[in-house]
């Protein structure tokens, strides 16, 4: 039986490498992602291995609870563990932000990776020099080799650096190598004394390096100087920090790969519509050649096997170009990487036998499952087949799976629409509904096909009568077939539709919120770092300025939960943003009170007066009074408003930093001109920018444009399976019907025509995928915006020019789909087609 | 015997010249038609006679414009069609010519009535009612037009498709083995319907068949064999033709 399968599949090459790329394009995503993800953590463990070189144990805070960060550690316990016979040395973890800038003026970083600054310690082995020699006082700095070739400035030149975000003026005196690729990370080092006073102004450091003396192990070292340790320090060997810091990367990679991982999902699924397809057809053609195996004496079970061998085969031969193809992808992936963040990432394109196991598993299993169905037909074959004339598969339960799936989608449809608009909508239910409405859209399909298809080839009957009227009947012939080659581009464009619409409403909803309710002239902002805390003070004594207010950010943790708070100055928040009290009032931030949203508070059944305990940042303990109640607000979100001082014994000094700081202008000063005084103020803190509040949100509908792409990107992958699946249905229909094409030429069908009337059953099965996809998307999508009213997605909007898009494009699609049939069609010798058995 | 085979003075209107068909090149070269020359008369039935692999298939296609021969003339209608590219052949199909082939004669995607109008509609022309009406009627389709191909028996789609060959009003048309797959019963039918579509519409029909019993319902029967014309007889009966066929075989046989 082996050699029947061989032979089938040779017996219908072109159809089996179409199906055979479909595969691989969905499981090189499968391979792709494990190689990226393969390459990032070796990048990331190096940097790990390498910086715990000459380190044997560390000590620390202990974590209390899980969402509080570490608290720091006082510096004084240095002296205690210098008392510690075992220890050599004592490194204090001097640790900050340090932004080199170079010559043009330009911050020599990257959004992705930290701009670290460091104390430089002349035995440290992690980094070894390269040339020059150690900084000696706040003048001077050595700059990792990476960094300073992307800044283009050589040992000897006087550069700008921020210092936790403060200008100042350094000499670079040496170059360091660090042993691993730094994947965009920038590391500039300062003497002690400086690395001190900049990252640790309140005497406390996130943590100490220790290296044992010479004939003590690191565990001993460990045990050793566990003894002296405080309650709330601890202490790890490096060895054990090493292996925390590559689980946590793990996880972290965890997200990742998950996230590609279902975008490769959606790939295969689309793929297995294709395969499904392509193997029904398949067999619906060798029916008479399966009955006749069957007559001469195969078995059920063999024949079985022969269609799934088919697939096994198949399957194999394309997720092992998938893997292939997944090799060119990571690796693309990684210079992208690279060129964003200005230094290589990555250690190559590691394939290892986890990755090729997993990917020929996933594009044997796929294909398999996918053929199961038409080979379980192919075995219900009966012998006597091989002897009849015409021989019609009808599938049967069409109407019945037909009206299940208008049922499912339809009770779907209105559970999801009840979810969405409860006052607490549950997302595990939503998505429970939403697959019944996708599932149901599938099923019900076949039966949609008929309406959809007159609407849409309605055009083309009234202006190319008989050819347009071929052409919808052609479509219309098998509607599950037509349907399923369509399901496969509605399921990519019901994601992009859906996707879309969430990211539109997006924008919409966050321009609104800027104009509502921020009420600033200027919005400053550094990206995702901290401004250093001189830009705020320095700016409210501009010409023109009106208040300001810096944002400072703390996390705090209260009654098992988690929420940001906010500070800032209470008169200058109110004119900088528009909020409303409940009950309350502003000022009581100033009697050390904190403010909490209107949805908090009930949630809570806090009102003025009422009193919690709560972790502020790393500091523990604290007794917080409700001084007051604001309307929910979508600037501030469920953040509470802290007093300054609770901010800042929560953030350790060398930490501290706002987030935003947002200026108004005093009544009747130029605007303009303020503005160009705002921008020559922070012109030399180089990272931050200012903004109007049209600029702000333009910045932020920007981001999610780039997130979009992102997305649109991934998801472009399913729509060439599916237009592959189109390709494929057609060929093998224009082949089923090479007879009747013969018939139609005979009677004076001209090429032309006959080239319209396949282009037409093409464009119309896209077109149906798209529209059934668009509607579907849009649902979904409205759906998810209304489920996030209360998170501020508050206003719906469609992207009605994108979906039209979709729509002409996947007309365009149907075209270039049915070029290759067409050539064929028209091609075939119209004598030969008629005499064709 | 090969070359012109005359006929009773009638106007011809399609006519072999010098016709000639080679499969295949060098040793291998087959002769399916050996300069055949020849003319169907206007408004008379014709059959082609002949064994197989005799060529009469072959000279039938040639005919219909379906196959390109290797040298000759075919003129149809009083065109010559041998220069004539693929949209002129196509479109000399839709126009002049009506086909009736042995089986599969049907898109199945379309109804009896589209089935019909098909080579009107492809061609963009108007259907003529009355006449549509009188072949429907001739035929006894009236109550089948909004059925399937799949709905109708084999003699009923035969039927249509002899309909679909005269809507058009054809210079000529061609049956090839039109009754082949059919019972006698239903074979009666269509022949019948071919003979009366002569003499009530004066339609010309050059028909391929291999049974002497459909041979009779011809006006003349050409007979065949090894790519020439052997013979022809003029009101020809089955049993007449039969003891002919009979004669080709033991010469065949003799030969």
Known sequence: ?837 | MSGSSGSSGAEAVASAVGLSKVYGSGPAAVTALDSVSVDFERGRLTAIMGPSGSGKSTLMHCMAALDRPTSGQVIIDGQSIAQLKDRALTRLRRERLGFVFQAFNLVPTLSARENITLPLDIAGAKVDPEWFDLVIETLGMADRLSHRPSELSGGQQQRVACARALVSRPAIVFADEPTGNLDSRSSAEILGFLRRSVDDFGQSIVMVTHDPGSAAFADRVLFLADGRIVDEMVDPSAEKVLERMKGFEMAGRRG
């Open chain 1, 1 to 837: 039986m082996l050699r029947i399968t061989l032979k089938g599949v040779r017996g219908h090459l072109l159809r089996f490498v179409l199906t055979a790329v479909a595969v691989s394009l969905g499981v090189s995503l499968v391979a792709g992602t494990y190689v990226l993800t393969d390459s990032i953590k070796a990048t990331f463990d190096g940097i790990v291995d390498s910086g715990v070189k000459g380190v044997d144990a560390s000590v620390r805070a202990v974590k209390v609870e899980d969402d509080v960060p570490r608290e720091n550690l006082p510096l004084s316990l240095e002296k205690d563990l210098r008392g510690i016979e075992e220890v050599g040395q004592v490194y204090p973890g001097y640790q900050g932000s340090a932004v080199l800038v170079d010559r043009e003026g330009t911050a020599v970083r990257n959004s992705m990776a930290p701009t670290i600054g460091l104390a430089y310690w002349p035995d440290d082995i992690a980094l070894t020099m390269v040339r020059g020699r150690g900084p000696q006082g706040p003048g001077e700095i050595v700059v990792e080799k990476s960094t300073l070739k992307r800044s283009g400035l050589a040992v000897g030149d006087t550069a700008q650096v921020l210092v936790q975000g403060e200008p100042r003026k350094a000499k670079i005196v040496g170059e360091m190598d660090f042993d691993a690729a730094l994947a965009g990370a920038t590391l500039v080092l300062f003497d002690g004394p400086t690395a001190q006073k900049a990252f640790s102004p309140d005497g406390t450091v996130q943590g100490f390096s220790l290296r044992g003396k010479a004939g003590t192990s690191p565990e001993q070292l460990r045990d050793r100087v566990a003894q002296v340790l405080p309650a709330e320090a601890e202490v790890l060997t490096s060895a054990q920090l090493q292996q925390e810091a590559e689980e946590d990367m793990d996880s972290k990679l965890g997200y990742v790969s998950t996230f590609l991982l279902v975008f490769a999902a959606i790939g295969l699924f689309v793929g297995s519509f294709l395969i499904a397809n392509t193997f029904s057809m398949l067999v619906a053609r060798r029916v008479r050649e399966l009955a006749l195996l069957r007559a001469v004496g195969a078995s059920r079970g063999q024949v079985l096997r022969v269609v799934l061998g088919e697939a096994l085969v198949i399957g194999a031969v394309g997720a092992g170009l998938g893997v292939l193809v997944g090799l060119g992808i990571a690796s693309g992936a990684l210079a992208f990487l690279a060129d964003q963040s200005g230094s290589p990432v990555g250690t190559g394109t590691p394939l290892q036998g986890r990755t090729v196991a997993i990917s020929l598993l996933v594009g044997i299993v796929v294909t398999m499952m996918s053929a199961l169905v038409p080979a379980l037909r192919a075995s219900r074959i009966s012998p006597v087949d091989a002897l009849r004339d015409d021989i019609v598969m009808t599938p049967k339960g069409a109407r019945i799976r037909g009206t299940i799936g208008i049922v499912l989608s339809v009770l779907g449809s209105a559970a999801l629409a009840g979810e969405v608009t409860a006052s607490s909508p549950a997302w595990s239910l939503i998505g429970v509904y939403a697959l019944a409405v996708v599932s149901g859209s599938l099923l019900a399909a076949p039966l949609s096909a008929r309406p959809v298809i007159h609407v849409v080839c309605w055009p083309f009957v009234v202006f190319s009568g008989v050819v347009g009227r071929l052409a919808r009947q052609n479509a219309l012939r098998n509607p599950r077939r037509t349907a399923s080659t369509a399901s496969a581009l509605m399921i990519g464009l019901a994601l992009i539709a859906g996707v879309g619409v969430i990211a539109e409403s997006m924008k919409a909803s966050v321009a609104d919120i800027v104009e509502d309710e921020l009420t600033s002239d200027f919005v400053l902002s550094a990206g995702n770092e901290p401004i250093a805390p001189s830009v705020a003070s320095r700016a409210e004594k501009l010409d023109g300025v009106g208040s300001v207010v810096a944002m400072g950010q703390v996390p705090l943790a209260f009654q098992g939960e988690w929420a940001t708070g906010l500070t800032g100055d209470s008169r200058a928040l109110g004119e900088s943003i528009r909020l409303p009290m409940v009950s309350g009032e502003l000022s009581a931030l100033e009697r050390g009170q904190v403010l909490v949203p209107e949805e908090m508070a009930k949630a809570h059944s806090w009102t003025v007066g009422s009193t919690f305990e709560a972790a502020v940042g790393s500091s523990r303990g604290h007794r917080l009074t409700v001084g007051g109640v604001f309307e929910d607000s979508q600037v501030l979100g469920q953040s509470l408003l802290v007093p300054r001082p609770l901010y800042e014994k929560g953030v350790p000094l060398g930490e501290q930093g706002d987030f935003y700081i947002f200026v108004k202008a005093s009544a009747g000063a130029d605007l303009e001109k303020v503005r160009s005084e705002l921008k020559g103020l922070v012109k030399q803190y180089i990272v931050v920018s200012v903004q109007d509040s049209q600029e702000y949100t333009q910045s932020m509908a920007d981001d999610v444009d780039q997130l979009l792409l992102t997305l649109y990107a991934l998801l472009f992958l399913s729509v060439v399976i599916a237009v592959l699946g189109i390709f494929n249905t057609l060929a093998l229909s224009v082949f089923e019907r090479t007879r009747e094409i013969g018939l139609l030429r005979a009677v004076g069908l001209g090429r032309w025509q006959l080239s319209r009337v396949v282009t037409i059953e093409a464009v119309a099965t896209a077109v149906f995928g798209a529209v059934l996809g668009s509607l579907v998307g849009l649902g979904l999508g409205i759906a998810v915006q209304q489920a996030l009213v209360s998170e501020g997605l508050d206003i719906l909007s469609i992207p009605w020019m994108t979906i039209g898009v979709l729509v002409g494009f996947s007309g365009v699609v149907g075209v270039l789909a049915a070029v290759f049939p067409t050539v064929r069609a028209v091609r075939l010798d119209v004598l030969k087609a008629i005499s064709t058995e």
